[in-house]
């Protein structure tokens, strides 16, 4: 069974109504509490985790020749000091941007058939063939790419990294397939889906963000 969605209020765009956008609640986590809010003159989500995990998600789809730029922003509060998103066991961020990948999961290693099943298994959903994100860590340079440590379909593209923007919003425009060709070493299938995620699960911390509007623009330029 699918995960129950709800769909919480989003900042309203023409191509991206709030109803696109439903939470999908991880299995075995406390759910990251994801509100609608005012800030600097503008609406956005507010995202705060007490030892929780859980992402707001929109699908799409994207075909691989459509593939263009993502636009997107976000304000930190804090580190999560402990965490390290190359340990698998520490792996949290106060902001991440997830895009997921279609693809031939025939593919895959047998290894990631077997983590694909098991987690298909426990949340009813089978995880995409690619996932990339974007991230805010504490320490790796940005543009470091990190693997998960559960499964190499999840590559990490550090955004920002320390202490010294805590507090200020920072704004990104990044190409796509670029960034996924840097990644994964491979062309990208169709885009699926876009996410954003505060998590603190892993190191049992506090973690507190706020994300503007996510824009996706098409190869042509155009608004998606």
Known sequence: MLPS????????AAATPPSEWMEYALPGKRATHYTQVILDGRPVVHATANAA???LRRKVRLEPSELGTV?????????????????????DSPARLILAFDGDHSRLTLRNQMTFDLAQAV???RPPFATLMYVWDAKAAPETVIHS??????????????????GKWRHYERDIAADFRKSFGEEPGALVSVGLMTDADNTRAKAEAWYGEVRLKGSDGRAR
């Not at 969605?5 to 309203?12: D, Q």
């Open 149 to 166: 440590g559960r499964t190499d379909r999840v590559r990490k593209i550090v955004v920002e990294s320390g202490g010294d923007r805590l």
């Open 71 to 91: 636009h997107f922003s976000w304000r930190v509060a804090e580190l999560i000091h402990r965490a390290d998103l190359s340990d698998r066991d520490q792996s």
């Open 53 to 55: 995990a859980s992402v």
């Open 5 to 12: 969605p709800v769909a919480p209020p989003l900042p309203s």
């Open 123 to 125: 949340s009813g959903e």
